[in-house]
């Protein structure tokens, strides 16, 4: 503690539980006190320059557009740190819903608030805000595709790539607004630099965001992600990839239970059946737990305003722009949403490259099966019904008479020209 309080010229606050459902009491103790509890410790840094906090560009998400500015909570941030002390578990989590409010989950509230800690208690500090959307993989440093963990998309492109996510409630033309991680890292860089430098007179907030200056859309990512996984496919994948994607919420719950639970049954049944432990149905209840949570994020579009990161940018020589890029404008998003793919395979399923003929080959298979279950379906149905409805016979008829007929007319015209 002493040798960070006397050493440090500038912190960069990143640490949070970005967890969605985490109890009020927990995401109040990481996001807001542990900010107010290193705000006071900055406070003693005889040589801090500046101090960058790293909160969300979900914060404010119950409003459309968002400007690059601290927006007050209704409740002031200490009379929850002091309440959280007092109340106990089963009392916050009656109360959590109230305040939170208009926002999704504990993890925006705790930041809103984070923010304001941030701005009633900076005292003399050199402060500045950076509000991230959703981070994912790196664009181009140290190299592209490189991911460590499943948050944000990650963890769904794994589902969809082997088979287990079919289908999701998302609006196609919302806007899918990632961030590369590299870019949050130039940006928070660059941010350093200007904050300890130019020392602004105000706090100043930066929107690393893509939406308004090269936006791509959940539709175009979904189907390239989907395109990705031809070229790069995932080992052992349970069903070829594939993803629809539904805005209702009874087109949501009819492929839940027809694309997801019920081919999990199917599996759960043939594991017992052959003396395994079934796992399948957990997996595919938790998977669709975890979706419902993001769902908020992928039906709505926002709008963040980038003044101060285009100013930043303005800043910048052209050599530390190259340097510490963070222009969106020039990420290509086929290219980078195919080494995400790629990332995901080599980086978080530890897949080998060299495996993806058999992967390849696995998926063929899976294409058979797939197709000979649905003859096998529709068969046995037809069957059915067949024998059960005269007018399915009088169309079974006419439709073996026609082909009969076709056959005949086929033959016979041959046998002409011979
Ligand atoms: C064609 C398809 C196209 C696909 C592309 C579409 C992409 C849409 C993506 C939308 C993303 C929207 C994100 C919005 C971010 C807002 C920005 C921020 O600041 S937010 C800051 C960013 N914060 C976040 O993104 C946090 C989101 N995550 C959470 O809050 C929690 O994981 C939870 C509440 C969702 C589930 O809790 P719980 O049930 O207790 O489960 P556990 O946590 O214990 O994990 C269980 C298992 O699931 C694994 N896994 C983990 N994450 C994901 C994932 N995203 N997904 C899948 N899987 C995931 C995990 O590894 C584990 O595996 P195993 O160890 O059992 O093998
Ligand atoms: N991922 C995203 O899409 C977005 C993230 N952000 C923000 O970026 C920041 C980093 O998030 P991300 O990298 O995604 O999340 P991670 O969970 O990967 O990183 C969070 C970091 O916080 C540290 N941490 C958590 N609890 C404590 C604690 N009690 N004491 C000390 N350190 C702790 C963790 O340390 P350890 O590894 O040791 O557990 C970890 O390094 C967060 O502030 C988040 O709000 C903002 C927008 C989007």
Not at 374 to 386: E, G, V, Y
Not at 404 to 411: D, E, N, P, Q
Request: glycine letters at 4%; one cysteine or more.
């Amino acid at each position: 503690m002493q040798e960070l309080i006397t050493c440090t010229n500038v912190v960069f606050h990143c640490a949070a539980t970005v967890r969605f459902d985490d109890p009020l009491r927990h995401a109040v103790q990481l996001n807001v006190t542990a900010t107010q509890q290193l705000l006071l410790m900055a406070s003693q840094m005889p040589k801090l320059e500046a101090f960058i906090h790293i909160s969300t560009a979900f914060s404010n998400c119950n409003l459309k557009h968002i400007d690059e500015v601290i927006y007050p909570c209704p409740v002031e941030p200490k009379k929850i740190i002091d309440s959280m002390e007092w109340l106990d578990d089963a009392i916050i989590d009656e109360i959590t819903p109230k305040l939170i409010g208009d926002r999704p989950n504990t993890y925006t509230y705790t930041k809103a608030l984070g923010e304001m800690v941030v701005q009633q208690e900076s005292g003399n500090l050199n402060i500045a805000i950076i509000r991230p959307s959703i981070v994912g993989a790196t664009w181009q440093e140290p190299f592209p595709g490189w991911v460590d963990n499943l948050n944000g998309p990650s963890g769904l492109i794994i589902a969809a790539g082997k088979g287990f996510l079919r289908a999701i409630k998302a609006t196609p033309k919302a806007v899918a607004d990632l961030i590369p991680v590299d870019t949050v890292v130039n940006l928070t860089l660059a941010v350093g630099w200007y904050t300890a430098v130019h020392r602004p007179k105000s706090t100043l907030v930066y929107h690393c965001t893509s939406g308004n200056l090269n936006p791509c859309n959940w539709g175009k990512m979904g189907f390239q992600v989907l395109a990705s996984f031809e070229k790069i496919p995932f080992e052992r994948a349970f069903r070829r990839p594939y993803a629809d994607f539904t805005t209702n919420n009874f087109t949501t719950q009819y492929w839940n239970a027809v694309s997801h639970r019920a081919p999990a049954i199917i599996y759960d049944f043939y594991l017992r059946l052959t003396g395994r432990k079934p796992r399948m149905t957990k997996l595919m209840n938790r998977l669709l737990r975890t979706v419902s949570m993001l769902e908020y994020f992928i039906n709505r579009s926002w709008e963040w305003s980038t003044y101060n990161t285009e100013m930043l940018m303005s800043e910048l020589s052209p050599e530390d722009q190259r340097v510490f890029n963070f222009d969106v404008r020039q990420l290509n998003w086929l290219e980078y949403i195919e080494n995400y793919v790629l990332g995901v395979k080599k980086y978080l399923l530890k897949e080998d490259m060299a495996g993806i003929p058999e992967a390849k080959q696995h998926l063929k298979r899976l294409r058979n099966i797939h197709y000979l279950f649905n003859t096998a379906l529709f068969l046995i149905a037809w069957r059915l019904l067949i024998a059960r409805s005269q007018m399915a016979r009088n169309v079974w008829f006419f439709i073996v008479n026609f082909c009969y007929k076709f056959l005949s007319y086929f033959r016979a015209s041959s046998t002409l020209k011979v």
